[in-house]
């Protein structure tokens, strides 16, 4: 039998932990009552967990058991580090040295270009990842024990599973409205939203931090750290600042001016790719709808536990059109020349993701427009389903449960292809070269 080439092992393992995952949820098990989970909505929750998206058909908290939440975080803890992470992790464990074709899959599922010392990184990533995850664990508990009446255990229990699904970027919440009973309170939003930003930044960006905040090591702080870091603070600025002047007299009115700048903040970073929310996304306002759907088109960082574009592929793309205005044949940026390689790849996930977006929003609209819950502004909240799913943010304005059949199937393929679609396709076209001993004459054709 051929052998799996990278690309194909990373989508691979992903399916088959979705296949796992739903097969876990579907038993009797995994249900408070006890009745099994139909076949659509196991396969669905275990699809939006894995792919780390947070869209739900049933209400996690009220609907799962504990066994259920612990497969649910399972898989969006597999989903967020990266299920061939985890694979090297074992293989570590057990005293085997990785192959090469191992070191392959880690170094292009985690955006990395040296192959050496990758066991020493991996081992780095999830120390980092389980050492984040357990202080944010133990600053929800400790402000929870302090305004709650909740039993120890149910503050345990709640304080990992939205520390694991925040640095996820998951969205998954235990709490039937997300976090909208905590708008107010600032230690738990920042505790939340830096564990949002930490976990969307990407390993690579997390490990070169010290380096980039000291002066006699900035300028040796890589390109794609501070790309990174530039598009993360812009787009978290610029989303808070839409948010409050749009939402102040709309969702946010009755909220102080606190509220209103906490809200802000909190769902400028979580549209990106969380999927967590302090106010009703149902009742947003349409332009409010149409800029977090430009916020989760872009979504997190290479290398991270988000999806979307990332935002290194956005500023290339942003390099790219400036360096056209501006008539210049190279595109740079912080005074380094982009390989055109870069470019080339950036462009074909641009175009691929949008082409998919296109296609998968006027089959959700085919097949869903005689849902009556789709009158009200039927176009954009399915628009609005089909980004967030792609981005795998897990933001929605209501739909989900209400979804077809073929409406879920369509949104689970979506979920699956922005987690691992836009990445594959950059292993693809850097692992698969076309070799070729000819050319063909060049001719021009008009544009524009």
């Known amino acids: 039998m051929k052998k799996l080439n990278p690309p194909q092992i990373v989508v691979v393992s992903f399916l088959f932990a979705i296949l796992i995952g739903a097969t876990l949820l579907s038993m009797p098990l995994s249900s408070q009552s006890g009745e099994r989970t139909s076949l659509i909505d196991s396969l669905f929750t275990a699809t939006s967990a894995t792919c780390v998206t947070g869209l739900i058909v049933r209400n996690t908290g009220a609907y799962f058991s504990w066994f259920g939440k612990l497969v649910i975080l399972v898989l969006f803890q597999m989903g967020g580090l990266g299920i061939m992470t985890f694979s090297t992790l074992f293989a570590i464990l057990l005293g085997r040295k990785l192959t090469i074709r191992e070191d392959v899959v880690i170094q292009r599922t985690m955006i990395q270009n040296k192959l050496q010392n990758l066991a020493t990184l991996i081992k780095y990533i999830l120390l980092i990842a ?242 009556a819950i789709f009158s009200d502004n039927f176009f954009l909240r399915a628009f609005f389903e089909v980004v967030s799913a792609f981005g795998t943010v897990g933001l929605s304005t209501g739909i989900t449960s209400t979804l077809s059949a073929l409406g879920k199937i369509i949104i689970m393929c979506t979920m699956f292809i922005g987690r691992v679609g836009p990445l594959t396709l950059v292993m693809a076209i850097a692992l698969q070269r076309e070799r070729i001993g000819y050319a063909y004459p060049e001719e021009k054709i008009m544009i524009g």
């Not at 990174?228 to 102040?248: W, Y």
Request: with cysteine.
């Open 130 to 371: 389980f050492g984040i995850e357990l202080a944010g664990a133990a600053c929800l508990a400790l402000r929870w024990a302090n305004i709650t009446d909740w039993s120890i255990g149910r503050i345990l229990i709640n304080s990992v599973f939205h520390s694991v699904s925040a640095f996820c970027n998951a969205g998954f919440s235990l709490f039937p409205r997300s976090f909208s009973s905590f708008s107010a309170d600032l230690y738990i939003n920042l505790t939340v939203v830096s564990l949002i930003v930490i976990g969307g930044i990407g390993f690579v960006v997390i490990l070169e931090l010290p380096r980039f905040f000291k002066r006699k090591t900035f300028h040796r702080t890589s390109i794609q750290t501070k790309v990174v870091l530039t598009m993360t603070v812009s787009l978290i600025l610029i989303g808070a600042a839409v948010f409050f002047f749009v939402e102040k007299n709309n969702t946010m009115l009755h909220l102080s001016v606190k509220e209103k700048v906490l809200a802000s903040f909190f769902q400028s970073v979580a549209a990106r790719t969380a999927g967590f929310n302090t106010v009703n996304i149902g009742k947003l306002a349409a332009p409010t709808l149409y800029f977090f759907i430009f916020l989760m088109f872009i979504g997190a960082s290479p290398g991270s536990t988000g999806g979307g574009i990332k935002t290194c592929t956005f500023g290339v793309v942003l390099a790219t059109a400036f360096s056209m205005l501006k008539n210049r044949d190279r595109v740079s940026m912080f005074k380094k020349v982009i390989p055109k390689s870069i470019v080339r790849n950036s462009m074909a996930i641009l175009f691929l993701a949008l082409g998919w977006i296109f296609v998968a929003t006027f089959l959700l609209a085919l097949t869903e427009y005689r849902n």
